[in-house]
Each structure stands twice: as structure tokens, then as C-alpha cells.
């Protein structure tokens, strides 16, 4: 029972981590999904901005696939917030996300050491873990799928603010949160429209091109 218990835990932590990259970033919003490459392009991004949509690209959970051939599935999640640049390079930032994330286990996911842990068991631990109060989703439920398990997690309803200093360095915003590093962002503002990455470690690839963004619109 021990090693199934880790098993679970492992599996439930690396599917929280790849979301939690992302959600603290301000990461998903109506629909969450591979929205096509954004060209970096600078400009100004002083203003009120309200968020409109974030695309993620499959790449965003490399760490997962890579051990696991896992498929996770966002395009539930919602968020909604707000952006301030302000023209004294002081910003502030709210977001909000919520709803159901969707992650589907192959047999090669739910075995370790020998032991292959049925959905039923998977299910029991994501109870397990609602009943102590440990776990960041309001509820679970997991299910056979195929050879494997589909579990869908409702994440709990996440506040995230922000603030600290802005500045601009060609084609991306540099971000410094108070007590934290520096991070370099790439965006490009056209007209009332702010496309910008979500973390400096999914910014733009060789091409220049923004692969997992944010939209936001200028209030």
C-alpha cells in the first residue's frame, strides 16, 4: 500500500506542477489550448489592460510527457483579471482562475515497481487527499478510459496578485515582482490589443515567435 500511495502522489504532483507553471502566471483563460505562434513585437504597454484569452502550447508540459505519455487537457479552465502598467514603471496584477482540468493515465503512468494501481484506487487517493484537506481542486473523480484512467480535477477558485516594476528592452518586458528576480517577457502590443508570454520560460523560440501567451484588451 505504501508504494501505491507514492505512486498516486507522484503522479498527482507532476499534473499539479505542469498547471501551477502556468496558473501562476496567469495561465489559462476561456479555453486553454495551442493557439498558434505570436510574433514578439515591443511597443507600449502603459495602461489598464482586462484579460481576454491565454493559449497554451502542448510543449508547456514537456516535464510531464516526457516520463509519462500523459495527456492533459486545460481547455476547461477559465480566468479572468486585470493588468496595470503604470507610466511611473509600477504595475499591479489580478487574475483569477477556476474549473476542470483533465488528465488521462496510460497503464505506463499508473505502474511502479511492479504494482499497476486500478482507477478505482487512483480515485480512492484523490478522496483521500479532498478528506484531510490536502488537496488544491475542490473535487475529483477518476474513471477507466481504454487501458488506462481519465481523471478530471475542479480546481478550487485561485486569486493570484501581483506588483512590483516594469520596463521595456526592444521586444520584451522586463518584470520585477517585489522580492523576486527579474523576469523577461516577450509581447508585442497592436493598437488595443497586449499578446505577452506567461513566464520567461515560455517565452519565444528561435524564431522569435510566442508560443504560450496571454491576450489581454486595453480598458
Known amino acids: 500500500m505504501k508504494s501505491k500511495s507514492r505512486t498516486c502522489s507522484i503522479l498527482l504532483v507532476a499534473s499539479l506542477l505542469s498547471l501551477s507553471a502556468c496558473g501562476d502566471d496567469g495561465d489559462?483563460?476561456?479555453?486553454g489550448g495551442a493557439c498558434g505562434e505570436v510574433a514578439a513585437c515591443g511597443g507600449d504597454p502603459t495602461g489598464s489592460w482586462t484579460i481576454e484569452e491565454t493559449c497554451l502550447d502542448p510543449?508547456?508540459?514537456?516535464?510531464l510527457t516526457e516520463s509519462c505519455d500523459a495527456e492533459v487537457d486545460v481547455s476547461g479552465l477559465?480566468?479572468?483579471g486585470t493588468a496595470e502598467f503604470r507610466a511611473d514603471s509600477?504595475?499591479?496584477?489580478t487574475s483569477t482562475i477556476q474549473g476542470p482540468m483533465k488528465i488521462v493515465y496510460p497503464p505506463s503512468c499508473l505502474?511502479?515497481?511492479?504494482?499497476?494501481l486500478t482507477c478505482a484506487q487512483l480515485d480512492m487517493?484523490?478522496?483521500?487527499?479532498?478528506?484531510e484537506g490536502d488537496a488544491p481542486f475542490a473535487s475529483a473523480s477518476c474513471a477507466a478510459a481504454a487501458a488506462g484512467c481519465a481523471c478530471t480535477l475542479i480546481m478550487e477558485e485561485t486569486t493570484t496578485t501581483g506588483a512590483g516594476t516594469w520596463s521595456v528592452s526592444g521586444s520584451s518586458l522586463m518584470i520585477e515582482?517585489?522580492?523576486e528576480a527579474p523576469e523577461e517577457l516577450p509581447f508585442c502590443v497592436e493598437g488595443s490589443s497586449l499578446?505577452?508570454?506567461i513566464d520567461a520560460d515560455a517565452g519565444s523560440d528561435a524564431s522569435g515567435k510566442i508560443k504560450n501567451y496571454m491576450r489581454l484588451t486595453k480598458q
Open 195 to 197: 499578446t505577452m508570454a
Open 125 to 131: 487517493f484523490m478522496q483521500q487527499l479532498l478528506t
Open 59 to 63: 510543449s508547456m508540459f514537456a516535464d
Open 28 to 31: 489559462s483563460s476561456e479555453g
Open 90 to 93: 509600477t504595475y499591479a496584477t
Open 78 to 80: 477559465e480566468m479572468v
Open 111 to 116: 505502474t511502479m515497481e511492479g504494482v499497476t
Open 177 to 179: 515582482a517585489d522580492g
